[in-house]
């Protein structure tokens, strides 16, 4: 079956360190790979995606790549801030069947 | 495009009253998720549709649970009757298939049973 695994919170990092969420899945065939983020009281907007082995999606200086080899799709940001202070959670549509799979979350505060 | 609008923002009710949370998807998408997100449980997908055919309805809780999707415009979410323990946020979720297929989520419905 499909699942998404992501790394349990909550992460607290000081401003301009370095971030990495795991995210690892389970899924036939050929999914497409997302992350997500929810700012408090908001939805869930898309932070980057990948929709095929070795592409690397980026965004806001958010970075993932789809590795096939290791199933996985790890966020990393080398210099995080207090405004990304946020949830952030992983997420797979199968491509077959329009099944969306999200992860539980990951916590993330940014202290000055 | 204003993105997926959803209604009420807020809503505060007493058990055993009738909930209607409403969902206006963006134009052109096809296809329509509700999920409700809860501390305890996450983000659980509760039904969705593609071209306002319910497709998959296993995540609906109970019969206390209705959705419908009369048109491409307009999508509802009824609780009859309500528990305390439905409180929750209610996302919608719309997408394009013929796209790259992300998800586009509005604000959500905050509903408080009391």
């Known amino acids: 079956g499909n699942s998404v695994t992501q790394m349990e919170g909550p992460v607290t990092l000081s401003e301009e360190a370095f971030l990495t969420i795991n995210c690892t899945y389970t899924?036939?065939?050929?999914?497409?790979l997302f992350w997500y983020v929810q700012y408090p009281g908001e939805g869930l907007q898309l932070l980057l995606k990948a929709t095929k082995a070795d592409d690397k999606g980026s965004n806001k200086g958010f970075e993932a790549t789809y590795r096939k080899e290791t199933t996985s799709f790890h966020l990393e940001k080398g210099s995080v801030q207090v405004s990304d202070s946020a949830v952030y959670f992983c997420?797979?549509?199968?491509?077959?069947?329009?099944?969306?799979?999200f992860g539980t979350g990951t916590s993330l505060t940014v202290i000055p | 495009d204003a993105g997926v609008i959803q209604s009420p923002r807020h809503e505060v009710t007493e058990m055993g009253q009738e909930v209607t949370l409403r969902c206006k998807p963006i134009s052109g998408h096809n296809s329509l998720f509700w999920y409700r997100q809860t501390m305890m449980r996450g983000l659980e997908l509760l039904i969705y549709?593609?071209?306002?055919?319910?497709?998959?309805d296993s995540g609906m809780p109970e019969d206390r649970f209705s959705a419908k999707m009369p048109n491409a415009s307009f999508s509802t979410l009824k609780i009859q009757p309500s528990e305390p323990r439905d409180s929750a946020v209610y996302f919608c979720a719309t997408q394009d298939t013929s796209l790259t297929g992300e998800l586009f989520f509005g604000e959500g419905s905050r509903l408080t049973v009391l």
């Open positions: 549709f593609n071209n306002n055919v319910p497709i998959d």
């Open positions: 899924a036939t065939g050929y999914p497409s």
């Open positions: 997420a797979l549509n199968s491509n077959t069947g329009n099944q969306f799979y």
